[in-house]
Nanobody, 115 residues
Framework: QVQLVESGGGEVQAGGSLRLSCAAS????????MGWFRQAPGKEREFVAQ????????YYAEPVKGRFTISRDLGKTTVYLQMNSLKPEDTALYYC????????WGQGTQVTVSS
């Protein structure tokens, strides 16, 4: 069973940066595609970015392209989301996910961007 623990959220002013971490555990974790979703108050949960363990192939949602970077550390089985040039509309609860058919979700970490 894969388990995910996020960290690194917080409050930052617009234009600032944050880095989220997601520590993944479980024997089969490297078979999963890792990703990040977010959910802002009153809005539906939306996809942010994803990465594969072996190839490191990445994919981003349009609103974050060029500002966010997803990466992984195979040795630590940890996935990161570096968020630069943050905007107030990036304010949301950010969830780490592991996908292999269905999804495994972390508990979420709050990111608040003030103007």
């Amino acid at each position: 069973q894969v388990q995910l623990v996020e960290s690194g959220g917080g409050e930052v002013q617009a234009g600032g940066s944050l880095r989220l971490s997601c520590a993944a555990s479980g024997r089969t974790v490297i078979r999963y595609t890792m990703g990040w979703f977010r959910q802002a108050p009153g809005k539906e949960r939306e996809f942010v970015a994803q990465i594969t363990w072996n190839e490191g192939s990445t994919y981003y949602a349009e609103p974050v392209k060029g500002r966010f970077t997803i990466s992984r550390d195979l040795g630590k089985t940890t996935v990161y989301l570096q968020m630069n040039s943050l905007k107030p509309e990036d304010t949301a609860l950010y969830y780490c996910t592991a996908r292999a058919g269905g999804f495994v979700w972390g508990q979420g970490t709050q990111v608040t961007v003030s103007s």
